[in-house]
């Protein structure tokens, strides 16, 4: 008990710790780990929101964004020209993704559809 303790306040009092020692505890008594459902979708949740965090959270919309704009780009400009070269479907694409930045108008007009 003692060198939990003190492997608890050595590292800071970590949880991931103090869940290790509950597991010893548990398997001691010979009890069955129990599952805790709503812990287990606001970890899955808390890791995915990282994941945004750690990218940015506006970056994460604009390469969202920019991936419907390219599309619709492609799309277009196939239709239009019959041949699209990646170099020109990236610039337009870039110029449409900064003019939605700044003015809402063009935001809307690639904005998803419900």
Do not use: C
């Amino acid at each position: 008990m003692i060198k939990w303790i003190h492997s608890v306040t050595e590292t800071g009092g970590r949880a991931d710790v103090v869940e290790q020692g509950s597991e010893q505890e548990r398997k001691a008594r010979g009890e069955t780990k129990l599952i805790d459902v709503a812990h287990e979708v606001l970890r899955s949740r808390s890791q995915r929101l990282d994941g945004i965090v750690s990218e940015g959270g506006a970056g994460q919309d604009r390469k969202e964004f920019k991936g419907r704009v390219k599309q619709k780009v492609w799309d277009t400009v196939d239709e239009s020209l019959g041949f699209a070269n990646d170099d020109m479907v990236e610039e337009i694409t870039e110029r449409v993704v900064d003019a939605a930045e700044i003015d809402p108008f063009y935001k809307r007009i690639f904005e998803e559809k419900p």
